[in-house]
């Protein structure tokens, strides 16, 4: 102890800055190729710039704002938004809307109810002159109507067919009746409610002449457009505070007898008549695609909340000092330079890029099927039919996976990125305990993670035993093949090669995934006919095999990523290849050591060969560690978008921080010196033992 | 569609009175196992009737308070409770403060920082004259002294030997002279700071005639005790608002050349002469001790607060139903009926109680160790001391990894059961979103998780290494014996029998968890002698093993906690066996399926027992779900402490929650229609093509 010396101090911007000096890749070409190209570039820059010189837009205060600040700040940028949206072109407002979902979360709900989710009923479920109708009324713009999505209810969410809310036809007035028979059929987690919305889209029960024809979408009007004044029969209350995304106003709304003309019921599938005839569509399955939509934009939003987490932890990697590991007075190591460090972020980065990639094809792919569908029309039988149907099915199953397996994998990432910057991750003011807090419900909204999984790994079950049955196999499925010709016996395909080359090259690693997600899947199956020939009937068989079946959807999501990944790096340019080659790498080697029981019992992988892409592995980050803050800085997000001092561009983390918390919380006297501080510390003990008592002195 | 019925609704208060019908045990005779007898259940009882009769403790509308109105309501309650503190016994008040720290854990951290850090500090590191001192001056009661302690800087954090801050011993005035020197030596985090201490206990590097002799303790004053006037030199702000525990005022501290008598220096260890001699301790290990309690009461935390977020996410599955399996207007199925959901939720438990379990057993070793040490006083030489300082390493390395992994199993927990709660569970109102914001702060403080988990990997290694030149293992590592003896080979410990009643007893999984654990130990050797023969220094092939050694850890954790566990579950009265040992099975069990590949690559178990495995599995979640509410009963916490309206006893979950919301919500006019929202509807497009231009007209 007597010869310890403090450790010398580095300079942060410095530190940071030899990060950058020999990148293995050109930085603005990997920004150009994650984005979309330098066109997509130029224009996110030029909103992150808009954003970040108007005041509305100040964010780093957002810790300080009590809940009604929050949603009265949030409200006053919705119109700035909505003029913009209805003004400039739509590509350029989704790139907003996009960085918007990273700078404020909750904000992008917000305007995202109203645009996405109630014109989005609106567009997905009106006839055209339904929609021409609520055009008029100024439902695009927020010109006279703002709206909210009323599906989910107090004690009703993922089982849309089992809403107690009901809308039954009067055919005298030509009107539905929308009522809340009970407390559980209270409008529950209605976003814009409380405070925003003068209509709404109801899911409710139709009931013609006594029969219950199921949920269906139905207008309703909240509030007076002039007043604000809530309409006859409807009651709504404010939800108040929640984890997260506190500039949404989520409220409960319910209704006594509302009286809605027959034509706010959304007719675009089902249809009533005047004479209160019911007509069902057809093709029920295109209502699928608002669905998987929300879901795709989920694996993007995934990416682009983990890119901003993985920004801050790693940038602060590069600058944060901790031990010494030379003389006594020396510099202390940074934390990036740790092996352990590189273990706890650089597979999150391979597994950021695996999103970002697969966010982009499914989205592409889900708008090449969407214009097929629309080409199709109404048109429900033929070849072409059955090919789009076949593809939808595929796409709503494998996005299912996506989204629940993708939002799970960001919120980690998050919690781990926070965790990495040591106790500055508990600070309001580093980002990303808000980060997790917004970030979370990502996980239940849209589809509950558990649920879709299960739903995913269905799917999976019942192409397995089609399949079986001869049917054609879709593209992505393609690799069950192989175990399915072998009579439901499991996959024998094993690593062929020792080295580390052998077991880590993204050939084996595909073949390695494909492997072990055909095996889940038999095993699922394997469990879902034990179920059938216990006699349970079907449903309960799958309930019996859930848990094989989740594991199942995850093992096949996780090789849907790779091979996404792999793809994406094939068609990249050049200069790119080695660094986006290593990180697919470590995300498919990463991933196997994570489930290695898997891949030894499938017996891909023998031990040794574990052992030998754990050393992959090591060696993987250690090569990444060198490219990690150009990674981050290719991601292209603005100091202003990062909204972090600690994963300032520059490295300037401690001065920054200082000033931040600093200026947010100016010294004052202590509130409460005089009425409890000072009686605390000036009290005495105030004993008191009673008064003698005659009877003991007699004694 | 056109046959769908609204599924029928069932009361929620008989979904859960029928929950308790048929228990497997007493279930009041575990709550006096879990608490360790009737008189602790009795008066923790009392306590939380105490509590929750005081409206000063009213803790429902703790989401509707600002930062402001959180920490005065926090400060109001300190007094009553320093007084009940210096008046009841103390294991009164050890049993008061257990149950605030999961009633209100911020509370329990301002109160903490004073009686656990400050008066700590004193308590272990003052000699008897200085500890009667501050006592005198009213250090334990809180009169005339509130204290903070002063040891993370900006800059530097578990690296308490690399802290810049300097107390520089000035002979001429027998003082030491406190100073910050850079901005990154500005004391961070320190609770208490910025409201409340008048005192502090400052870490900073002695040093005397130019020499510096590392990190040593310091009180100084910070603030006038009858004024609240900070003290010439000292600088302090406020951090503001964090991810949690917003309760306690966490600040920033700077010195400039503050000067201090040199009595206010703890010298019960290192001593400083008026001339300037330093006399250094000859134990300095005994230094150990408060690190092992912070790091053992932390797993007490951790069961504790994972017994409410069980409680909570339980209760709510055995009332919220969701789809129904039946025919169309059948009542819809429990949650907990779900095998997924049972899979999502008892593993939990069984966690729950290995922790409950570990954390009895290693606070009375604890106990015991410090009665030995505290009998040895300073006599550092001899059998008995050697024997001591062995045992100490062993409970410092053991209780890291437990700190670590537990703190990390608990935030896992309360995340799944708050994600099990669907959308409810989003709300601030269902009380899990702040458990986990309120107990993520115990993965990094008092030790950062993952440098815990290398400091027990590195003890592990070394244990190994020394067995290896034969030198005796201590009992909690005697597992290790077997593979020693091999010369480094991995052990070839294999599951003998392959039924299910072979495959998950728990002799058989003592077995091969010891052997799994063993083999990760002998892997990080291998690493760190792979490290060695590359020539790297012992420190730095230490860190080139970083991976393997956490994996190390991890597995001896796991270890030591089924273990623990058993010796319990053996120890318990009779009708309390058989659900236990379920219990303990799937705790085993489970985690052992987690990690299939080690158990795989060991040779413990084969493919097809892991398959088994898998089965015993979902049979003990099928059991245990049978006692699944029972269960959380015997944790024994009121409704008052779970405060939760979906955790409640009586399962009326829809009616409480809804009048919490309501009641914390009233509905108000919307406060920005007039500024905002009707502007918004009202506008019309403005647009200006500009005037015409002459030039125009003139083409």
């Known amino acids: 102890m007597g010869s310890a010396t403090i450790s010398a101090v580095a300079d942060p911007k410095s530190s940071i800055a030899e990060e950058r ?61 909505a003029d913009l949206a209805t003004a400039r072109p739509l590509e350029e407002t989704m790139l907003r809307m996009t960085i918007v979902s990273v700078v404020d979360p909750g904000f992008w709900t917000r305007f995202g109810v109203h645009f996405g989710l109630f014109f989005g009923a609106l567009q997905g479920q009106a006839t055209p002159s339904q929609l021409g109708y609520w055009m008029e009324k100024g439902a695009l713009s927020m010109q006279g109507i703002t709206g909210c999505f009323g599906m989910t209810e107090l004690g009703h969410g993922s089982n849309v067919a089992g809403l ?60 007076d457009t002039k007043t604000f004044q809530l309409m006859p029969g409807v009651n709504i209350g404010d939800l108040g505070k929640k984890m997260g995304r506190d500039q949404i106003d989520n409220g409960w709304i319910r209704f006594t ?12 599938h089902t249809k009533v008549t005047h004479s209160g005839d019911v007509i069902e569509p057809a093709l029920a399955q295109l ?54 460090h590189q273990h706890r972020l650089l597979p999150l980065m391979a597994q950021t890029f695996a999103m970002i ?111 079986r049955k001869g049917m054609p196999l879709p593209a992505n499925l393609s690799y069950l093949k192989a175990a399915i010709s072998k009579d439901g016996s499991l996959s024998a395909k094993t690593c062929k090669g020792n080295s580390a080359e052998q077991v880590s090259s993204l050939d084996t690693l595909k073949a390695a995934w494909s492997s072990v997600a055909a095996n889940a899947i038999l095993n699922a199956v394997r469990d879902f006919e034990a179920g059938l020939a216990k006699g349970l009937s079907k449903d309960n068989a799958y309930e019996f095999s859930s848990a094989s079946r989740l594991h199942a959807a995850r093992m096949h999501t996780y090789t849907y990523l790779l091979h996404r990944f792999v793809a994406q790096v094939d068609q990249s340019p050049a200069p790119l290849r080695p660094i986006l080659t290593l ?25 040794a060969q574990i052992e030998t892409l754990k050393g992959f592995v090591n060696f993987a980050c250690t090569e990444i560690r060198k490219d990690a803050v150009p990674l981050t800085d290719a991601f292209g997000y603005t100091d202003y978008v990062v909204n972090s001092p600690l994963g300032r561009y520059d490295g300037d983390v401690y001065e920054k921080y200082f000033e931040l918390v600093t200026s947010l919380n100016p010294t004052k006297p202590v509130p409460y010196f005089d009425s409890l501080i000072k009686p605390l510390l000036e009290r005495t003990n105030e004993t008191d033992s009673g008064p003698e008592l005659e009877i003991d002195q007699e004694e």
Chains 1, 2 share one sequence.
């Open 257 to 268: 007898h509302v009286r809605i003309p027959r034509s706010h019921m959304l007719m675009k």
């Open 164 to 223: 107690e809310t009901t809308a039954t036809f009067d055919e005298a007035t030509d009107e539905f009746v929308v009522h809340s028979p009970t407390l559980t059929a209270t409008k529950w987690w209605i976003g814009g409610a409380a405070h925003t919305a003068t209509h709404c889209s109801v899911y409710a029960q139709l009931i013609v002449k006594g029969k219950n024809y199921g949920t269906k979408t139905f207008v309703v009007q909240l509030r």
């Open 583 to 607: 990180l697919a790498q470590l995300f498919g080697a990463h991933s196997a050591v994570q489930h290695s029981g898997e891949f030894l019992q499938s017996g891909f992988y023998s031990g």
């Open 21 to 81: 000096k020999t990148p293995s890749f050109p930085i603005r070409e990997l920004t150009y190729w994650i984005d979309g190209g330098k066109r997509v570039t130029d224009t996110k820059e030029r909103i992150m710039l808009e954003l970040e010189r108007d005041p509305l837009w100040k964010v780093s205060d957002h810790p300080n704002l009590t809940l009604a600040e929050t949603r009265e700040r949030a409200m006053s940028k919705v119109r700035r938004l």
């Open 357 to 467: 990639f697969t966010a982009r094809e499914v989205s592409a792919n889900y708008e090449k099927l969407m214009g097929v569908l629309s080409d199709l029309g109404n048109q429900s039988k033929g070849a072409a039919a059955d090919e789009a149907i076949k593809e939808l099915k595929e796409t709503h199953a494998t996005s299912a996976g996506l989204k629940a397996f993708c939002t799970w994998m960001c919120l980690n990432i998050i919690d781990q990125c926070r965790q990495s910057l040591g106790g500055h991750g508990y600070s309001a003011y580093t980002g990303l305990a808000q980060a997790y807090s917004d970030f979370a419900v990502h996980c239940t909204w849209e589809g509950d993670n558990t649920i879709l999984t299960l739903q995913c790994g269905r799917y999976l079950v019942a192409t397995a035993l089609d399949a």
């Open 287 to 340: 209502a699928y695609g608002a669905l998987i939509q929300g879901r795709v934009s989920m694996v993007s939003d995934s990416a682009n909340v983990a890119k901003r987490a993985l920004t801050i932890a790693t940038r602060y990697a590069s600058v944060r000092r901790q031990f010494s590991s030379g003389a006594p007075g020396s510099v202390e190591t940074k934390l990036i330079d740790y092996p352990i």
